[in-house]
């Protein structure tokens, strides 16, 4: 019934988008049409094209990433019309990336824990360099960063009635993913691991890599279960099976570059054998995802065993 209850919600959500031109990649604030309910108990909110899964009961939210730079009042707007009264009590990140912590600084200025991996914390506390932006970053200011850090063993917590896990993505999009679970409502928050809409990213200078990647989408594949419904970082959520599709498909890009990169091959030589064609999407930027996936094959070379194909 549960499951039932969830795929209507998604439905409607779906309905939503289409009626609504709901834009995933643009600034634009959340409005009403931008809450999503999933279940009786978690929503998601488009906050400037990031999503924010939201869990409430009673007086409590709970949120997975904290939309993109200055859509704080907006996002506190929508989270009054979940749940008038209620404050953030925690707020996780599922990666260090702006869109994804924009307004960290406002959860936790008003007493949210922050519960990040330790290398988000590194990553959002530190100047840092961003290659394909030929700049650097500044530190983000200390309210921002995450005051609850977790190594490599899940965790759990239980609030209004919900079991939450978290726990650790190796080496995936970026080197400090985390997914977070509601196994009660069954909704499984998972960040840029997934990617329906945008380009799969691979974040390589911070630790992100394919074989990563596509280890971390077999864990969260164990993780839910055939009604799990899959909140990535941008873009609708995602059925079990969507999600289970996108896996198959980065599996075939990932044995692809295997094969290119044992053979000494670069971003260029991969994109001439076309290693992104013939698969049921296209990329926006090629060039790019090929680029970075080669960086972060090659810091990996120790894991190219030609058996592990
Ligand atoms: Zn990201």
Redesign the pocket.
Known sequence: MKGRNALRGLLAGVLVVATSGYVYAGRQSPTADDVHRLTDSVSVVNAGGTNVTVFSAGDTLVLVDSGAPNQGDALAAALDNIAPDATVQTLFN????L??TGNNERFGASGATIIAHQRTHQWISQDHWIPAEDRYAKARPEGAWPTRLIFNAPESMETGGEEIEYGYLLGA??GGDIYVYFRNANVLAV??VASPVRDP?L?WISGGWIGGYVDAMDRLLEIGNTETLIVP?TGPVMTYAEFEAERELMEVVRQRLFVQVRAGDGPQNMLDAGVLEGLDRTWDEPFKFLYDAAKGLWGNHNKLDPDGI
């Not at 599922?94 to 990336?97: A, K, L, S, V």
């Open positions: 599922t990666h260090y990336h869109d994804n999009h970026t960040g840029d990213e974040d970082g």
